[in-house]
């Protein structure tokens, strides 16, 4: 006897889908309380870069409010379970998704994966122990801030600016795992990547300039990465032969 499969409704869909959100949340509220009580050596990481500031210039970071120290906690203890709950997040729409997939189809998302923590962790170790550093001496150098001038630094706003120069520098590393998706999938094409390469590096080079400080060298910086990345995109679509124009 041959048993049918069950037939999946919407309401089920539905009732499903609450369940992975209900758990994502509460995967938040986990990571948030971790957050908050791992906030002191956060603090500390994200303040050291500012520690390699000439010390001529009296440099510290204040705070310019009462509550400034409160919401600065409340914030980043957030936004840092949000990162710590990425996982949970992508496990949770994964398990919503995959079921409806093909064994190939698996695999390339769970490559994706794979591609895409390594290229988390290169944006990652760029943005924090190279690019940081230089944009943070050359802006503070002797040429921009003569030597009889002190320098105050907001608490909240650099502490911020670090952290968003990672997360930023982090989710631009992953276009390439998407564009790489696309080409998979057909959407587009490789020869039309390549024509189009020039209004890519603009846009790559408006992107990091928009995220990076003011100084051309921390644009350059992040943005060659990315175009190298772009290239050896379209070279591994060559290779699988992804992005041909038919399937």
């Known amino acids: 006897m041959v048993k049918t499969r069950k037939k999946i409704t919407l309401i089920d869909h539905i009732r499903e889908l609450r369940k992975r959100l209900v758990i994502s949340m509460i995967c938040l509220c986990i990571t948030s309380v971790i957050g908050f009580y791992l906030f002191d050596p956060i603090i500390n990481f994200l303040a050291k870069p500012y520690l390699e500031i000439p010390s001529s210039l009296n440099q510290k970071l204040i ?27 992508l496990y949770q729409l994964l398990r919503f998704v995959l079921p409806g997939l093909k064994t190939k189809e698996k695999t390339i998302i769970s490559i994706s994966l794979v591609s895409g923590t390594i290229l988390a962790g290169l944006s990652l170790y760029l943005s924090y122990f190279k690019l940081l550093p230089f944009s943070i001496a050359f802006l503070t150098s002797a040429q921009f801030i003569p030597s009889q001038i002190g320098l105050l630094l907001n608490y909240q706003k650099s502490i911020f600016f670090v952290f968003n120069m990672m997360i930023y520098s982090m989710i631009l590393f992953q276009f390439p795992i998407i564009l790489e998706l696309l080409l998979y999938l057909n959407v587009i094409r490789r020869k039309s990547l390549l024509k189009a390469s020039r209004y890519i590096f603009v846009g790559i080079f408006v992107f990091t300039a928009l995220i990076t400080p003011p100084d051309v060298i921390t644009q350059i910086g ?16 060559k290779i699988f032969k992804f992005g041909e124009g038919h399937v």
């Open 222 to 237: 992040l943005a060659l990465p990315l175009i190298s990345l772009y290239f050896l995109t379209i070279l591994i679509a």
């Open 63 to 89: 705070i310019t409010s009462l509550f400034e120290g409160f919401s600065t906690k409340f914030k980043l203890s957030l936004v840092l379970g949000a990162v710590l709950a990425l996982p949970c997040f």
